[in-house]
């Protein structure tokens, strides 16, 4: 009986285990793009007023 149990665990762990992956590989990605673009606009946002001043001498 403790065996069935115990059978009955692991699988829910490898199930569980495999789902998170599934989860993980589908929004991991999507996560890590928006906080790079969040990130992006931030430094772009704070170095807005630098940029303008420093545009026309990369010009």
């Known amino acids: 009986m403790i065996c069935l149990i115990y059978r009955?665990?692991?699988s829910l762990?490898?199930?569980s285990q495999i789902f998170f992956l599934k989860?993980?590989?589908f929004y991991l990605p999507k996560v890590?793009?928006?906080l790079v673009i969040s990130f992006h606009i931030c430094t772009f946002v704070i170095k807005q007023p630098?940029?303008?001043v420093y545009l026309p001498m990369s010009l």
């Open 8 to 10: 009955v665990l692991i």
């Open 13 to 15: 762990n490898m199930v």
């Open 23 to 25: 989860v993980m590989d």
């Open 32 to 34: 890590m793009d928006f």
């Open 50 to 52: 630098f940029s303008f």
